[in-house]
């Protein structure tokens, strides 16, 4: 008799990201060293390009590939896009080591660590692939009222901001 197999994996959520990016083995190391992921699982095919690869980072799992432009199958990166339309979020208990750990592995600081309205500590980052990464720590419970004030007055001291959540 067959065992019943989940219909979720052990160990993942009910949404997770697949990251597609040039050089994944290189991409791989450096998540490693920017967010201290750990490597699950990877898969090369014959031209040694990474075909799947599974990445933990923190409680939540990420999968990367090289790009495959020859296949219909394959994601563009953003770096053949020349941009990307998706951010990822990391919730982190010290945002302030992980955006230097972050920054020491290659990272391009896109919005300088600081405390915000919505009462996260929180800055934003570019990684060498062209993948855009938010970091945070939680750091104060506003009510609605309190962070509709704090977006407000955020925007008006800043009318020169391109970022806003």
Not at 12 to 30: D, G, Q, R
Request: proline residues 5%; aromatic residues 10%; contains cysteine.
């Amino acid at each position: 008799m067959a065992h019943k197999v989940k219909p979720i994996p052990e160990g993942y959520h009910t949404l997770t990201p697949f990251l597609s990016t040039t050089n994944a083995a290189k991409a791989i190391e450096f998540y490693k060293n920017a967010f201290g992921a750990h490597e699950i699982e990877k898969h090369a095919g014959p031209d040694g390009k990474i075909m799947h690869a599974v990445l933990k980072i923190g409680n939540s799992l990420i999968m990367l590939a090289d790009e495959f432009p020859e296949h219909s199958c394959g994601a563009s990166t953003p770096k053949s896009l020349k941009g990307t339309t998706v951010m990822f979020h990391l919730y982190v208990e010290d945002v302030d080591h992980a955006f230097e750990k972050a920054k020491k592995a290659g990272a391009e600081v896109t919005m300088p660590v600081a405390d915000m309205f919505w009462g996260d500590r929180y800055g934003q980052l570019r990684d060498p692939f062209g993948h855009l990464w938010s970091i945070a720590t939680h750091i104060a419970d506003y009510t609605p009222e309190e962070m509709e004030k704090g977006c407000q007055d955020f925007m008006d001291k800043d009318k020169s901001s391109k970022c806003c959540h």
